[in-house]
């Protein structure tokens, strides 16, 4: 396979970065089967280069990330992933391989339905419910046992008498469809973006800081797994043990035993007839060797079991036609096509439009207006043409090109060498940009304002209520009850909510900026380096370029930004309206070790997962970063260190192990 080691490791980068919008986020961007595929091409390097892994790769750990709020939660045993086949034959080849590793010639599996929610380990001492923790990345997850106990059907006290001191029970915890299109009604009555789906309406209910609010949620649980504290035989005995001990579990007809391919291509068939009469979403089914006492001798890959497999239902497909292409601007000028369809059922939902991404997209599967396409919802989440019928084209159409000119501002638009995209170089004055930018302020991860999502925006926006972010902050309550769709609680609440932003840190202050090339961890290091916003405001170029960690590009494009008088009057009206964004308060002073150097961590860490030993860096007054520079002061080396070593070893920085590092915290 011809790719490059570099190649290698931005696949590993882009797929970490899906896994975030995935589990942290509940945002995804791409399908499961999308991923999947990501994945799979990653597996196939790793295999003609071994010696290029490293534990920080997706095929070597499980990692659903950490949230606000939480405390962590170690596991009484590994929580893994499934892993993932979508054909027959990848079926066969997962029995073959159970056939070599137990030496059975007729091995029994147990199916049962994949449910698309979120998985919890739920730990009961001496009978009563103490904990419930998310798989996180597979040692530790969030602490929710509060919202889990929400949920009416888990029960808080077992009662007969084969329990154990300490039992661990595992289940997915989902919400019906039914609460879900209630939730999302509800939501867009508020003004906000409404869910995707019933599993990140789920997630994201689950990372309620209230208890009282995950209530109102209507969350359900299914269980499956007896983790820790009880062995039983047969995982087909599973469900009848935990039923008994009152848990949810899955409708029995839904619980199956097979001998043979056959029996498991039956299954298949008899739950996509039933599917999308079920209450809950599922995205496929799960396979499993029915004997459990060869479970700890099969082992795991780096992340899954080799007892177990999932079986992921294709992507839905429809037929429907292509009314038109429309063109969305986002903040940074980017034009992306929208194809207008011919509204369709798809999947549980009706589909009327479907981003084309880019031009070249359009032009590669030659997508027109009038043609008969196949979409397909990828993984239940986002609408995309697969591709056009050609024999139902009509004769008289024409290729669809991208405009000249910006359709909201007039502005003539622009393409860079080297890019795929299409620009608006209108960045002041194009309304779309505006309003995309409004968006992105408002945003997780900048300031987070809760109940201001795209929807009401846009209203604002429209209304000429916002034009910029200052403006936000001038809004009153009555001004909110103007809005369409606001009444008293739903406008307190969104004033609330903006008040309390404004004492947001300086990092997602910057970010919420929306400065080019200034991502998450460019912020994080920005915040840290420059103290203060008023330092912010006054860095140069010179200043800019000796934090590692920010290269040319993001330099310039920082001094650029801070040069524009409405960029910078618009900062300076922030602050006169009292948002005051400070950097977080650290625990050591200046003569720490740590303070002000930069630290890359490479390899696994015995102690501290990775996120771990960075806040205690942070904490300290040093810096994060993930790539080696000869700006790197000291590179943090655990187990099965990577290519990242090397290049330590080259710069001349300072190699520690953790020993090291615990002594000088």
Request: glycine fraction near 6%; proline fraction near 4%.
């Amino acid at each position: 396979m011809k790719v490059t080691q570099a190649e290698y490791e931005e696949l590993i980068e882009t797929l970490r970065d899906h896994d975030h919008r995935y589990y942290v986020d509940c945002k995804p961007v791409i399908s499961d089967y999308e991923y999947d595929q990501l994945i799979k091409k990653l597996e196939a390097i790793e295999a003609h280069h071994p010696n290029w892994i490293v534990p920080s790769s997706p095929t070597q750990r499980v990692d659903e990330g950490e949230s606000r709020g939480f405390k962590q939660a170690e596991h009484l045993a590994p929580m893994l992933s499934l892993q993932n086949t979508y054909s027959l034959e990848e079926i066969q080849d997962f029995i073959d391989r159970v056939k070599k590793l137990t030496q059975l010639t007729h091995p029994t599996f147990s199916l049962e339905l994949k449910i698309d929610g979120v998985a919890i380990a739920v730990r009961y001492k001496k009978g009563f419910l103490i904990q419930a923790i998310t798989r996180g990345d597979g040692k530790k997850g969030d602490d929710v046992t509060q919202n889990v106990k929400t949920i009416p059907t888990l029960p808080m006290n077992l009662k007969e008498k084969d329990i154990p001191d300490l039992l661990e029970v595992r289940g997915e915890v989902y919400l019906s469809k039914s609460d879900f299109l209630l939730m999302n009604e509800q939501r867009q009555e508020e003004g906000l973006e409404p869910w995707a789906n019933p599993r990140n309406a789920c997630a994201g209910s689950l990372k309620l800081l209230d208890a009282k609010e995950v209530y109102k949620r209507h969350l359900n649980l299914i269980t499956y797994q007896v983790s820790y504290g009880y062995e039983v035989p047969f995982q087909s005995e599973v469900h009848p043990y935990l039923k008994k001990h009152h848990f949810p579990i899955l409708d029995p007809k839904f619980l199956k035993k097979a001998h043979s391919l056959k029996d498991i291509e039956d299954y298949i068939h008899f739950v996509s007839k039933s599917r999308h009469d079920l209450a809950f979403d599922i995205d496929g089914i799960v396979i499993k060797f029915d004997d459990t006492k060869y479970y700890e001798t099969m082992g795991m890959t780096g992340k899954s079991p080799r007892w177990a497999v999932a079986y992921k239902f294709a992507p839905e497909q429809a037929i429907t036609k292509v009314l038109g292409i429309t063109i969305q601007v986002g903040r940074t000028g980017v034009l992306t096509p929208v194809a207008e369809l011919e509204p369709v059922f798809l999947a549980g939902s009706t589909i009327s439009r479907a981003s084309l991404h880019n031009e070249e997209e359009v032009e590669r599967k030659d997508i027109r207006v009038g043609d008969t396409v196949f979409i397909e919802k990828a993984g239940e989440i986002i609408p995309q043409v697969v591709k056009v019928e050609l024999d139902q084209r009509p004769k008289h159409s024409e290729k669809w090109t991208m405009p000249k000119n910006c359709p909201y501002c007039d502005t003539r638009v622009v393409k860079i060498k080297g890019e795929v995209a299409v620009r608006c170089p209108n960045n002041l004055e194009c309304p779309a940009q505006g309003m995309r930018r409004l968006t992105f302020f408002v945003a997780k991860g900048a300031m987070d304002i809760e109940h201001l999502g795209e929807k009401v925006v846009e209203k604002l926006f429209e209304s000429k209520m916002v034009q910029r972010p200052s403006d936000f902050y001038k809004l009153t309550k009555e001004d909110l009850l103007g809005l369409p769709g606001f009444k008293e609680k739903s406008a307190q609440n969104l004033y609330d909510s903006i008040q309390e932003s404004k004492k947001r840190s300086l990092d997602r202050f910057i970010l919420g900026l929306g400065i080019p090339h200034v991502g998450a961890q460019s912020a994080y290091l920005l915040a840290q380096r420059l103290g203060s916003l008023k330092n912010f405001l006054e860095v140069d170029k010179e200043s800019l370029l000796k934090i590692d960690g920010i290269g040319e590009k993001t330099a310039d494009a920082i001094v650029c930004f801070l040069k524009s008088s409405l960029h910078k009057e618009d900062i300076l009206s922030l602050i006169e309206a009292g948002v005051e964004p400070a950097v977080e308060k650290k625990i050591a002073s200046y003569d720490h070790l740590f303070f002000s150097k930069t630290f890359c961590l490479t390899g696994t860490l015995t102690k501290y997962t990775r996120q771990e030993a960075s806040d205690l860096i942070h904490q300290r007054g040093g810096v994060v970063v993930n790539s080696v520079t000869k700006k790197t002061d000291y590179l943090l080396a655990g187990d099965e260190a990577g290519s990242k070593l090397e290049k330590a070893k080259v710069a001349g920085v300072k190699i520690v192990d953790e020993d090291w590092f615990e002594k000088n915290l």
